[in-house]
Structure formats: C-alpha cells, structure tokens
C-alpha cells in the first residue's frame, strides 16, 4: 500500500531564511510521482512542484526545490528565502500510476508552516 | 479558464438533512475526484470517475454518501441523512488523461465546508 509520512506537525521559519519541509514515503512500484501543495489559511489547495521517480535532477520551481532521494524514499521540500504570504499547511502526495488506485493522489497529514517576521 | 467551481463554499445543516454539493470540473479534464479533509484523517479520497463513469467508491464512508456525474460538466456529491461526524471541507479536483500521464497532479477546487450540527 502506497503511505506518505510528514512526521512535522508544525514548523517555523525566520523571513528570508530557508525552510526544509519533510517528507518520506512508501511504495513498491517502481513507478511513482510526487507532489506538494499548498494550502494557506483560505483553503484552496495550490500546486506547487512535481517529481517523477525516473527523473534524474530534483524538481525546482522558483523558490521551491524538492530533495529527492530516492534510496531513502525521501522528498522534502525546500522554500528558499521564505515570505510571510508562505505561511500555509503543506502536504506531500504520492501517485502510483499503476495497479489499484492509480489515478488518485495518496496525501500525507500535512506541516504547518508558520513564517515569523 | 475558471478553473475547478465548487458550491456551495460553506454550509451548515441539521443533523438528518439531506446536503448536496456541487461542482463544475475545468472544460476538457476527463477525470473528477471528491475528497473529503478532517483533521483527524487528513485528505482521503472518497471517490473517482473517469469520463462521467464512476471508477473506484471504495472511500465512501457508508451508504448515506452517494456521487453522480450525469454529464462532463457536473458532479454532485450528496450525503442524506447527514450526521455531525460527516463535517468536514469537501474537495473537488480535475484532471485531464495527458496531465496525468505527465504526472503533474490535479487541479483542486476552493471546497465545501460542511458543518453538521
């Protein structure tokens, strides 16, 4: 069975420092995605980085980086330079495009991101 | 694109009521998911459809949930009768098959918050 863990419940980070958000996961299929999203205190879900676990180089998006590595069966997501607007629950997903349950997306208990001025 | 619409974005009622939500997928994504978001369970999917055609029930809590998707356009998730455990944000995403196959997640809409009293 597909599992995501995000073993930080709640995280602080001073403004403009950078901030590591853990993630590990458990799959056997050798063929796996994994995303994060952002959910800030209105609700919505917001895409943020993707990972395919064929990719050679980690994800980068603007200021989001994901550190995959893969024989640890880790993805954290690292927010560089963070911003007050970054405050926001964040949650790790896997998909398995594969088998049982390939088309939905398996979420973590999400961290909570709080950024101190 | 208005993205993925969900009404109502917040509803209260009485336990035994009958509640419907709705939502409008993005023109052209052949994929619609329902999840629900508690805090004790996190993000748990409660079913899928592909091409209007229901793929994978398996989380619907119990016979009180039912979903339908009578055309591309729309989906209803409907709980009757409702009971104050059912409360909780309801999430409705989109996708289409290339963007799977690109892995790159789902679109969510703003959900439904679901208060049962």
């Known amino acids: 069975a597909q599992k995501i863990t995000q073993t930080q419940p709640g995280m602080f980070v001073q403004e403009k420092e950078a901030v590591t958000l853990d993630c590990t996961y458990d799959?056997?299929?050798?063929?796996?995605?994994l995303f994060w999203y952002k959910q800030p205190s209105s609700g919505e879900m917001i895409f943020l980085i993707y990972q395919g676990s064929y990719d050679q180089q980690n994800a980068t998006e603007g200021r989001y980086s994901l550190n995959f590595q893969k024989a640890r069966k880790s993805a954290n997501l690292v927010i560089s330079a963070s911003q007050l607007g970054d405050s926001a629950m964040y949650f790790c997903a896997m998909r398995c495009p594969s088998g049982a349950g390939s088309y939905q997306l398996t979420f973590g208990k999400g961290t909570k991101l709080s950024v101190i001025p | 694109d208005a993205g993925v619409i969900q009404s109502p974005r917040h509803e209260v009622t009485e336990m035994g009521q009958e509640v419907t939500l709705r939502c409008k997928p993005i023109?052209?994504?052949?994929?619609l998911f329902w999840y629900r978001q508690t805090m004790m369970r996190g993000l748990e999917l409660l079913i899928y459809f592909n091409n209007n055609v229901p793929i994978d029930d398996s989380g619907m809590p119990e016979d009180r949930f039912s979903a339908k998707m009578p055309n591309a356009s729309f989906s209803t998730l409907k709980i009757q009768p409702s009971e104050p455990r059912d409360s909780a944000v309801y999430f409705c995403a989109s996708s289409h098959q290339a963007t799977h196959k690109a892995n790159y997640g789902y679109t969510f809409g703003s959900g439904t918050r679901l208060t049962v009293v």
């Open positions: 799959t056997s299929d050798p063929s796996y995605g």
């Open positions: 023109s052209g994504h052949d994929y």
